[in-house]
């Protein structure tokens, strides 16, 4: 799949007006509800964008945070898996500060953070990444951004929180997804008893409705 052309279908559907469709009805799986992709998406990709966000290329240092592994599946609303689909994840540092132009955050950036990372899904839809535990910054509860670009489907663009964060409640983007759908955008980071990694989150997308994008 190619990745320049899944940023184009994604820029461009960020600058339109979009419609979203929930679910269908009498699926076996409610569809992940879909948030906006915020300011920060990146213009452009760095040049170390793989799935492991705590090391960048070139740097012997681990990025500051929580190191967290963060995987799970992507499926239909049938709960068939759906390989070689692209996974993309952003989300600041744990400064609070995001890897983009637009970004003005006093904070310094933490330059061992890669910010970006990106994965395809394996033969049985899953993914896997080497990340932080997102931190909050001024006006918005700990979050990481998702989208996910899988063959004949319309990009699904999300937000993934941290379940029994106390700032989701006075979240505005977290309180947009209706209640009842809430969890959907929830994963518990739990501890990892790994040497390298601290914490671990599970969490699958499920991919259905007409358009992924929200408009807002």
Do not use: K
Not at 95 to 120: C, K, S
């Amino acid at each position: 799949m190619n990745p320049d052309f899944n940023r184009r279908r994604l820029l461009a559907t960020l600058a339109g007006v979009l419609v979203t469709t929930p679910g269908l009805a009498g699926s076996r799986l409610l569809a992940t509800p879909p948030q906006s992709a915020g300011p920060f998406y990146p213009l452009e990709l760095p040049l170390d964008d793989d799935n492991d966000l705590t090391q960048v290329a070139g740097r012997d240092a681990v990025a500051a945070g929580r190191v967290t592994e963060l995987s799970g599946g992507v499926q239909d609303l049938d709960g068939r898996p759906i390989p070689d689909a692209r996974i993309e994840i952003w989300q600041c540092d744990a400064n609070g500060r995001y890897r983009h132009p637009g970004e003005r955050g006093t904070a310094l950036r933490d330059e061992n953070f890669q910010g970006y990372g990106h994965t395809v899904t394996d033969g049985a839809g899953r993914y896997r990444f080497r990340t932080i535990r997102p931190v909050p910054y001024p006006g918005r509860t700990p979050h990481i951004h998702m989208a996910v670009f899988a063959p004949q489907s319309t990009p699904l663009v999300t937000q993934l929180y941290v379940r029994g964060e106390p700032r989701n409640a006075a979240d505005f983007l977290f309180n947009r997804v209706p209640a009842e759908r809430r969890h959907l955008v929830q994963a518990d980071f739990l501890a990892a008893e790994l040497p390298d990694v601290e914490l671990r989150a599970s969490f699958d997308l499920v991919l259905g409705g007409a358009d992924g994008t929200p408009a807002g």
